[in-house]
């Protein structure tokens, strides 16, 4: 399934660009794109793996902009 | 956009950023000017450093125990402690100062780009007013279904696309196609999402759900269009990744070589490659180039062209060879008369007469007169009509009998008929109790706008127009050579069409691209076929908006030259901005090792540079405002 998450406080581009990279590369994820512009986050996933990788997502952004945070509705 | 720039505020972080660095800087003013020497100065220095610059040093510091060390914050924490460490105090906190300085403003750029491109996108209706069990309630447009009944007031927004009940109204069309003009829209006629309705009341019956109406469609092309990257976005991602690592193994080198080669005291060398710290972020280019992309594709649209990605964006603009279709794309795709010849009677009369013979055939010809005649045509007047087939027809008007059809017909019953030279479209003769009274012209007719809007393609550059067309070759020619074509293929089957683009696209030269513009009908082969495949007139048709990869929302043509022109002036933006960015960074880099720039001069090629370079990419976003 695809879902697209809004995203918080996403202040720095070549954040962005990393975080996609390493989100990317969590189990169950076929695709992502973090939209720095209009802080967006497409993901593409495993419908039964996606708590868990968005808990990991939002760690990694975390690691990268302590601010920056995935809004999960 | 004059609205955004006076409505914008800081937000609270940024109203923080700026209240620190008032305080910082006066407090730096002021040491700067009491005459302070060595440990006092040290420590009093450490205060405004403190204010300005402990949360990059609380980044940095969490960084490291990530092991993030090409970290924008580490790196800035890194060149100020260092130059503390040399003793150059006053310029360690001018460093960061300056750079939160540049850090805000950075972040009002950004943010006021952001808010342009929500304006660029603010075509999503925000309610549906749908009657349910008699009673009109308000509802979000994706609560709605197929098949219930909506009402749109004069000024808002059609929620969603359907058929018009009931209610004729005015509708302004400017934020799917770019043009400012009005459509009439009656009772059984369709109604896209995302106009404005103007002056009465609709009752419109829904037809797709909210998730797959035009609204959504365009702007969900729109946000997807930023994950088609174009070549230039590649690199730059591709380049940020390997560009600090660089720059940062390059300053250990810089600070520890050379003094081991005895070229001088480590104290200066270390003092050299802070520079070299400061400037290693890649930052200027990873957002000024997707900004410029994104504002490209986002004022496109709010001309009503549609690209659906950066890459295609970026092939428009190396476009030299443009391939047109013919009908529905440089013609109108509907028959209509264009000239009259009566000979024997008045132009009126000629009509009249057709029009009556004409009345009962389903042909596109007859449509086309009748439509010229304008009125119902007595049906009583006439009797007997025949219809023969490859001639025409004929029939009794008013008790005499009268022949319409082609010159074939006029030989047959040994009428002598005036030949016309070479028409644009069909002849059509009349002829009444064997005398010969005029024929008439009905033709495809060419666009109003078209050899203006072919015109100006040439000026932007295009080298070679050609026409494809499954017309004869007599009226291809006459169009074609009228329009200004190069080249010009007729009585082309569809299956044809491919091959023809094929041939050309072997014709052309390593690095020039091939565009065809069709009107989405029968020639989705084509438009994937070809570098870039242009659909027209996609208000509605899905298949066009699927098969191509720049859709134009209108019939006109001149959102060509407006698409090319766009392009040509996103990639010259990036290019700028490559250029601009790296000239400055590179240019720092190499006076540092010289030892002719110092910290200040570094950091203005780190933000200030960034600044300048969304400033030069957000003139795309602003573009759409201008007419």
């Known amino acids: 399934m695809k879902y697209v ?44 793996q996606l708590d868990q990788i968005l808990k990991q997502a939002q760690k990694i952004c975390k690691k990268y902009e302590p601010d920056c945070c995935i809004v999960t509705k | 956009m004059s609205k955004t720039e006076q409505t914008y505020k800081l937000t609270k972080k940024q109203k923080k950023a700026r209240n620190r660095i008032v305080i910082a800087g006066s407090l730096f003013l002021l040491f700067a000017l009491l005459p302070l020497y060595g440990w006092l100065k040290f420590f009093l220095y450490l205060i405004p450093y403190g204010i300005i610059g402990w949360d990059v040093l609380k980044k940095a510091a969490l960084n490291i125990k990530q092991g993030q060390v090409f970290d924008e914050n580490f790196l800035m924490a890194l060149a100020t402690v260092g130059a503390f460490g040399c003793g150059e105090t006053a310029e360690a906190v001018a460093v960061m100062l300056f750079y939160q300085i540049g850090e805000l403003f950075q972040s009002v750029a950004v943010h006021r780009s952001r808010s342009s491109i929500a304006a660029l996108m603010d075509i999503r209706p925000d309610h549906a007013n749908v009657e349910r069990d008699g009673i009109l309630i308000e509802v979000d447009p994706s609560q709605v279904s197929p098949g219930e009944q909506i009402v749109v007031k004069p000024g808002e927004r059609v929620p969603l696309d359907g058929i018009v009940l009931d209610g004729s109204s005015q509708l302004d069309t400017s934020a799917l196609t770019g043009e400012s003009y009005q459509r009439n829209v009656q009772p059984g006629q369709e109604i896209v999402s995302g106009c404005i309705n103007l002056t009465g009341v609709l009752h419109i019956q829904v037809t797709n759900s909210y998730e797959t109406s035009t609204v959504s469609k365009i702007l969900e092309l729109v946000e997807n269009a930023s994950s088609k990257k174009a070549k230039t976005e590649q690199f730059i991602t591709k380049f940020a990744r390997y560009y600090t690592p660089v720059v940062v193994i390059s300053a250990l080198f810089l600070a520890f070589l050379p003094p081991l080669l005895g070229l001088g005291p480590v104290l200066m060398w270390i003092q050299r490659s802070l520079n070299f710290l400061v400037v290693s972020c890649p930052c200027a280019l990873v957002i000024s180039v997707p900004l410029a992309f994104f504002g490209g594709i986002g004022g496109a649209s709010r001309n009503g062209i549609l690209i659906k990605g950066g890459n295609y964006l970026e092939a428009l603009s190396h476009v030299k060879t443009m391939v047109f279709d013919k009908t529905g794309t440089l013609t109108l795709g509907h028959f209509s008369v264009s000239q009259l010849y009566p000979s024997a009677c ?48 004929q029939a009794i008007v008013d008790g005499k009998s009268v022949l319409v059809g082609n010159v074939s017909l006029m030989q047959q019953h040994q009428i002598e008929a005036i030949p016309l030279e070479n028409p644009l479209g069909s002849g059509v003769y009349v002829a009444k109790d064997g005398q010969f009274l005029g024929s008439l012209v009905v033709e495809d007719q060419i666009k109003p706008q078209a050899k203006e809007d072919l015109r100006q393609l040439k000026e932007q550059g295009i080298s070679k127009l050609v026409m494809l067309t499954g017309d004869g070759a007599s009226i291809a020619n006459k169009v074609s050579s009228y329009l200004g074509f190069d080249e010009v293929h007729s009585q082309l089957l569809p299956q044809d069409k491919v091959s023809c683009v094929e041939t050309l696209l072997h014709a052309k030269q390593d690095g020039q691209l091939l565009a065809f513009v069709g009107d989405g009908i029968n020639d989705a082969p084509v438009l994937s076929r070809s570098d870039v495949g242009i659909a027209m007139g996609a208000m509605g048709s899905d298949a066009a908006i699927e098969a191509a990869d720049v859709v134009l929302m209108d019939d006109s043509l001149s959102a060509l030259p407006k698409a090319l022109a766009i392009a040509k002036k996103t990639m010259r933006i990036v290019r700028q901005n490559i250029v601009f960015a790296l000239g400055i960074k590179l240019l720092v880099l190499a006076l540092s090792i010289f030892g002719h720039a110092n910290l200040w001069l570094a950091v203005f090629a780190d933000v200030g540079v960034s600044i300048l370079a969304i400033l030069n990419s957000a003139r795309l976003l602003y573009q759409s405002s201008k007419k």
């Open chain 2, 346 to 393: 008045s132009s009126e009369e000629l009509v009249e007469l057709t029009a009556l013979a004409e009345q009962f055939s389903p042909h596109p010809i007859a449509q086309a007169i009748l439509q010229k005649y304008g009125k119902t045509p007595d049906a009583n007047r006439v009797s007997h009509v025949q219809e023969l087939a490859g001639l025409g027809i």
């Open chain 1, 5 to 48: 998450f809004e995203m918080e406080d996403l202040e720095c581009a070549n954040c962005a660009a990393k975080m996609e990279r390493d989100i990317s590369v969590l189990p169950g994820v076929h695709k992502v794109s973090v939209n720095f512009l209009t802080q967006k986050m497409t993901l593409e996933a495993e419908d039964s």
